[in-house]
């Protein structure tokens, strides 16, 4: 059958229409047919009372109040619930094979979905879940993938819809103030399950509505852990976040306020990380500049922000971190590898680094932090501290503290020279995984491996 529904639709069509009807009849008829039309009778028992002229029934003894309280209508509740449910269950078997093809969302219009985002959560729960899907589906029609089994509900967006959707972002809700934690796990996201969903699918209509997000500004997160050891150098982690309509690649320059401040550029991806001065005391100030986003009104030239983030000072590494002593996660270091290609012309080298054994889920929520100690003939000749997140973790990006020491005699390592790398954890480096609690111990030896090309 092309329009989907099996034929069987007709019996839940049919039969939920009558019982809908009937339940609607019996419904007025229980609450409205039995007015009392000049009668007088009795409010409880509803005996006729209309011989005699007294306000006492004879019948049961109830006492009226009123000479009006005789003539009130006599309305069934008993029977107008259950009609009321027979309506109920009516409109529900006539909604059965729409739900059943099209599942149960589908009775949920888009104005609805979009009228409810304020009382909605985060983009966890089911609300913002479904809205999500919808404005990333744009145009269900074109992608086969969308369709239900028959044929495709209808979820695309009108303009008008649109319109609404991204009114309600620009705006928040009283509870989710644009630029707010809150606002950013319902609104932002749903802004970024539009724009990642790369359809950009919108109403030729609409066009002009979504422009509206670049109202949104740019937003600088800093992150760190709230404390850090006295001897450990804090480490702050820094990300650009933009709502916009279209990827614009924004970039901003990080100033920390410190004796020898270090400005770092940070762009869209990947985040960016600073290690602040030892020194650092119970907070940090970070001058921001967003660099101008060319030809978009209001955005063309830069503008500067100052960010506060607090960082107290106190306890050591083993009051934040866990270690981690297993043969496995030793196994799994020493399988590390670690390749630097040196081109025989001078035009420089490649390093390849490759953690693949230490990204398994046995090791989720274990920080490594280490100290390579580069070793030319068993004599250390170069030192790098090195971290990463261990763990099944979808994106990993390893930071490097420089060097020190003589590198270059490292990997200009002459063939009879036996180069390896004593990797040392260190837990104050460990901590530098602001997301983990825990971090390996231990020490592993791993061979440097050097290719002449
Ligand atoms: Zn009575």
Redesign the pocket.
């Known amino acids: 059958m092309s329009s989907g529904y099996p034929w069987t639709a007709w019996i839940f069509w049919i039969g939920g229409a009558l019982l809908a009807l009937s339940g609607l009849t019996l419904l007025t008829w229980s609450l409205f047919w039995d007015r009392s039309k000049g009668r007088r009778r ?1 409010p ?4 006729d009372m209309s011989a005699t002229p007294a306000l006492i ?1 004879s ?4 006492v009226a109040k009123r000479e009006r309280k005789l003539g009130k209508t006599r309305r069934r509740w008993r029977l107008a619930i259950i009609a009321f449910l027979g309506v109920l269950s009516g409109g529900w078997l006539t909604l059965m094979p729409k739900a059943d093809r099209d599942g149960w969302w589908s009775l949920v219009p888009n104005r609805v979905l979009i009228a409810g985002l304020p009382f909605a959560g985060s983009i966890d729960d089911f609300w913002c879940k479904e809205m999500a899907r919808r404005v990333a589906l744009g145009t269900p029609f074109q992608d086969p993938r969308f369709q239900s089994r028959f044929g495709a509900p209808n979820y695309k967006l009108t303009a008008r819809e649109w319109e609404q959707f991204f009114d309600r972002c620009v705006a928040g809700d009283v509870l989710a103030r644009p630029l707010s934690e809150r606002w950013k796990q319902k609104y932002g996201e749903l802004i970024h399950a539009w724009t990642q969903s790369g359809l950009f699918e919108v109403d030729p209509e609409a066009e002009a509505a979504q422009h509206k997000l670049w109202t949104l500004p740019l937003h600088l997160e800093v992150s760190s852990r709230p404390v850090w050891p006295h001897d450990a150098a804090p480490l702050v982690e820094c990300s650009l976040q933009n709502w916009w309509p279209i990827v614009a690649s924004p970039r901003a320059l990080v100033t920390p306020r410190t004796p020898n401040p270090a400005t770092i550029l940070v762009g869209d991806s990947p985040d960016r990380w600073l290690i602040l001065d030892n020194s650092t005391d119970e907070q940090m100030t970070f001058d921001v500049v967003y660099e101008g986003i060319p030809n978009q009104p209001g955005l063309a030239t830069p503008s500067t922000e100052t960010i506060l983030i607090p960082i107290r000072r106190g306890g050591s590494a083993a009051d934040y971190l866990t270690p981690v002593v297993s043969p496995d996660m030793d196994a799994a270091m020493r399988s590390l590898r670690y390749q630097v290609s040196q081109y025989r012309d001078g035009k420089g080298r490649r390093i390849s680094f490759d953690t693949r054994s230490t990204q398994v889920g046995a090791f989720n929520g274990v920080a490594v932090g280490v100290v390579f100690e580069f070793t030319l003939n068993g004599e250390v000749v170069a030192r790098q501290p090195v971290w990463w997140q261990a763990g099944a973790i979808r994106e990993n990006f390893l930071p490097f503290a420089p060097p020190e020491g003589n590198m270059d005699r490292v990997f200009m390592a002459a063939p009879n020279e036996t180069a390896m790398i004593r990797v040392r954890s260190d837990p104050n480096i460990a901590l530098r995984v602001l997301d983990c609690d825990q971090y390996w111990e231990g020490e592993v030896t791993i061979p440097l491996k050097i290719v002449t090309r």
């Open positions: 009795c409880r028992c509803w005996y029934c019948e049961c003894g109830k």
